[in-house]
């Protein structure tokens, strides 16, 4: 048995073949993109096939900035790079530097290219674009007086506002002087001052829209004063116009309806605005009379007259609780004189005089109250109800005699 390798040697091996071999580090390949897929680390991987074979290729992540273009399948294009081995599967592959597109790609290139230099020069920049009118009189219209592109817009444009005023400048949108003719039109119209612009015409191949693709164009659009809206194909199309439009369109009827404002939609706003308006307008008069109520109220609670009446009023007040304080002072006073008159009749000699009492008095007028003080033989007065008597005492008796008396009795009977 001869020499036995691993997997690995003999993969090592054939890949440094592949590296010794000059042709393989710098060639060319060309074929159909098949298989394309972009992975989340930037790196492309696809295959290259033709009606012998395919072969597999990828394109790192870092060498991705010599694209210009997006791969996609179907593409005919021309891979410039190296074929290696991957030692771990043992299957090689065209590691990709640079990817042109074959053919038609040569176009494609070419306006890549074009469209770098004028973004570049600041062709595409958002603060020279200008703003669509929202409503306007009169429309230009750049393309072939005949054609589905021009009836469309024709016929959108007069359905949305059947007063606009269209001028269309008749002009060759395909072949030689294509290019020439759109920005003749519009330098024409520009200077005619119709309110927008549309230049556009209806679908085709890269070839049949080279003419939106040309520089001259473009700087017709750029330094054109009216707002332009680029209509050039279907959707899928892209052109350099499109870029330096003020507003790109999809279509040539896209193009209309951005152009021209709906009228009956406009009315129809105008109407809800309308309706809007007076509500807004019946919620602040609404608030505006409560507010001037408010003020009404204000002012006459305010008002000198107001004032007079509330002072009136409590004039009238402080008059009836002070003759209510007077009542009750005099009925105070009424009942404490009734109750003093009670006390002084109690107090009253003549009315003790009535009683049956008597007032004694020695001969100098003045009061006895003290049977000690009197003797037998002084001359006293007695003072009665009805008059005076005039005596002599007799006998002086003291008022413990009676007393004393009485209690012997008592003890007599028992």
């Not at 040539?252 to 605005?273: C, F, H, N, Y």
């Not at 006895?368 to 008796?397: E, F, M, N, S």
């Amino acid at each position: 048995m001869g020499s036995v390798y691993s997997v690995g040697q003999v993969n090592s091996y054939i890949k440094m073949m592949f590296t010794q071999d000059f042709l393989l580090n710098r060639i060319y390949v060309k074929g159909e993109v098949s298989n394309c897929k972009y992975h989340t680390s930037g790196h492309i991987y696809f295959s290259l096939k033709d009606e012998t074979g395919a072969i597999s290729c990828i394109l790192f992540a870092g060498a991705r900035k010599n694209l210009s273009f997006r791969l996609e399948n179907g593409q005919q294009v021309v891979v410039f790079g190296s074929i290696s081995v991957y030692e771990r599967d043992g299957t090689y592959q065209l590691y990709a530097r640079e990817i042109r597109l074959d053919g038609l790609g040569a176009l494609y290139e070419q306006f890549e290219a074009l469209k770098q230099e004028l973004e570049e020069m600041g062709m595409f920049a958002p603060e020279y674009k200008q703003p669509i009118p929202r409503y306007i009189r009169r429309l230009g219209v750049v393309t072939a007086p005949t054609g589905a592109a021009v009836r469309d817009i024709i016929q959108i444009a007069k359905r949305r506002n059947p007063g606009i005023q269209i001028l269309l400048y008749p002009a060759k949108v395909q072949g030689e002087g294509a290019a020439e003719s759109v920005a003749c039109g519009i330098e024409v119209l520009d200077r005619l001052g119709v309110d927008t612009i549309i230049a556009g015409r209806g679908g085709g191949s890269i070839e049949d829209l080279w003419a939106f693709n040309e520089e001259i164009v473009a700087r017709a659009i750029f330094e054109c004063r009216t707002p332009i809206i680029s209509a050039v194909g279907h959707e899928t199309d892209t052109t350099i116009a499109d870029f330096a439009a003020d507003l790109r369109a999809p279509t040539p009827s896209a193009g209309a309806e951005l152009a021209v404002a709906d009228m009956q939609q406009v009315l129809e706003e105008i109407r809800q605005e309308t309706d809007r308006l007076r509500s807004r307008m019946l919620q602040k008069l609404s608030a505006e009379q409560g507010r001037l109520e408010q003020y009404r109220l204000r002012l006459r609670m305010n008002s000198p007259q107001s004032r007079i009446r509330e002072q009136h009023q409590l004039l009238i007040e402080r008059e009836n609780q002070f003759r209510y304080q007077m009542k009750a002072r005099l009925e105070a006073c009424r009942n404490r004189l009734l109750l003093d008159i009670e006390r002084m009749k109690g107090l009253s000699p003549l009315l003790k005089l009535e009683q049956g009492y008597a007032f004694v008095a020695d001969e100098e007028g003045r009061r006895i109250v003290q049977a000690a003080k009197i003797r037998p033989g002084d001359p006293i007065t007695l003072y009665l109800a009805d008059g005076r008597i005039d005596a002599v005492v007799r006998q002086v008796t003291p008022a413990e005699l009676p007393r004393r008396a009485a209690s012997e009795r008592c003890r007599e009977k028992g």
